[in-house]
């Protein structure tokens, strides 16, 4: 995944408003993460704040949580590392 192609690969955070359980809160993001976001979003059929709010909620549930954008981050390059996992030809 590549970031936008009018943004830079390495571009400082950009804040943006989402919307969790009826709250709205600003998240930091570099686009790079931003763009995997939505594609996960897309890919998944569920709006952006629905993805962010089911993040959120796993963040929440762990024993050390982090803050929302790191565990984002964190759940984004999780999820690519899956996708792109060899499988377990482990007999």
Do not use: C
Not at 38 to 64: C, G
């Amino acid at each position: 995944m590549t970031p936008p192609d009018d943004a830079p690969l390495y571009h400082p955070p950009v804040k943006r408003s989402v919307e969790i359980a009826g709250h709205k809160t600003s998240i930091s993001l570099e686009p790079l993460f931003w763009a995997m976001l939505r594609e996960a979003a897309e890919q998944e059929e569920a709006p952006i704040n629905a993805l962010v709010a089911r993040i959120d909620a796993q963040r929440i549930a762990s024993d050390t949580p982090p803050g929302l954008a790191s565990a984002i981050r964190v759940w984004l390059v999780d999820r690519q590392a899956k996708r792109v996992a060899p499988p377990d030809d482990t007999v």
